[in-house]
Nanobody, 118 residues
Framework: QVPLVESGGGLVQTGGSLRLSCAAS????????MGWYRQASGKQRELVAEITRGGSTNYADSVKGRFTISRDNAKNMVYLQMNGLKPDDTAVYYC????????????WGQGTQVTVSS
């Protein structure tokens, strides 16, 4: 069973928008940081955006000003609003949840495909 489930991917044209959602309902412990990573075909997985429980955010330079990450701690949800999409954004996007207490752990979703056509 996958503890994180992503949704919201799809096919859009250049300049379009998508909103990705990640449900961490399968994780019953407090989540420290949550983030979005992506992996394009033939490339390494890279950090797109992350957000701490307190709301601090960090973005990859390539998406600054276009993507916005947010989370709902009560619902254990994290979102990624993607605007001004480019073909280079095409990748499988993965949700990540990091736990520190009561034990250290990292959870990953199975990914959702985002394809941006020119």
């Amino acid at each position: 069973q996958v503890p994180l489930v992503e949704s919201g991917g799809g096919l859009v044209q250049t300049g379009g928008s998508l909103r990705l959602s990640c449900a961490a309902s399968g994780i019953i412990f407090s989540i420290n940081a949550m983030g979005w990573y992506r992996q394009a075909s033939g490339k390494q997985r890279e950090l797109v955006a992350e957000i701490t429980r307190g709301g601090s955010t960090n973005y990859a330079d390539s998406v600054k000003g276009r993507f916005t990450i947010s989370r709902d701690n009560a619902k254990n949800m994290v979102y990624l609003q993607m605007n001004g999409l480019k073909p280079d954004d095409t990748a499988v996007y993965y949700c990540n949840a990091n736990l520190v207490v009561p034990f250290k752990a990292n959870y990953w979703g199975q990914g959702t495909q985002v394809t941006v056509s020119s």
